[in-house]
Every structure is written in C-alpha cells, then in structure tokens.
C-alpha cells in the first residue's frame, strides 16, 4: 500500500518558476533513493534529477543549474525546485522512490505524475 502523490504542477510562463512536491506514504521502512522523471509528447520517458539516502545528487546536463533536488526524510518528501524554465521542460513529470517496505521487500514506485507546462 505504499503511495506517492506529487503535486505543484501547472502552467508557468517561460523563464519562471515552479516547485513540485512527493509525499510517499504508506508501509515503508526506509527510502533509499527519490528521484524526478519526466515524459514529454512523443519522447521517452527520461531521468531529470535523484537524491539518495545521504543527499547524493544527479542532474540531467539539461537542467544542470536550473532545477535543484531536496528530500525532507521525516516526511518521506521530495522536492524539485524548477527555476528559468524552457518550453522544453513541458512534460508529465513523475516521482519515483526506490525503497524497502516494513515487511522487507524492497521495490522502485512511481507516482501518478503532474503536469508541467511552459508556454507563453
């Protein structure tokens, strides 16, 4: 029963900003790795951004120096913080949480994905 819900998601003009937010929930024990994908039309499905269990980073060189990832570990969150956005950056973005739940499986979860838009 483990659940993440993004959320912050909307249209923004390009050059602006916006903050998504994941909560996972549910019956987990620890969470190894939280990360960003995001799906644009027609394209595959790409990594954007992950943060491990000790706040290691990884970027996409597309979004190097425009977005930055942070967790809150006692709220089982994640956060994308997207500054200077590009019309490129419109997608579906996704949260994904590699974690082991309270019963010791360990497996990778997506959440529903937010819509990200950037147009003028």
């Known amino acids: 029963q483990v659940q993440l819900v993004e959320s912050g998601g909307g249209l923004v003009q390009p050059g602006g900003s916006l903050r998504l937010s994941c909560a996972a929930s549910g019956s987990i024990r620890v969470i190894w790795r939280m990360g960003w994908y995001r799906q644009a039309p027609g394209k595959q499905r790409e990594l954007v951004t992950t943060?491990?269990?000790?706040?290691?980073?990884n970027y996409a060189d597309s979004v190097k120096g425009r977005f930055t990832i942070s967790r809150d570990n006692a709220k089982n969150t994640v956060y994308l913080q997207m500054n200077s956005l590009k019309p490129e950056d419109t997608a579906v973005y996704y949260c994904n949480a590699d974690l082991t739940t309270h019963w010791g499986s360990k497996n990778s979860y997506w959440g529903q994905g937010t819509q990200v838009t950037v147009s003028s």
């Open positions: 943060i491990t269990s000790g706040d290691n980073t």
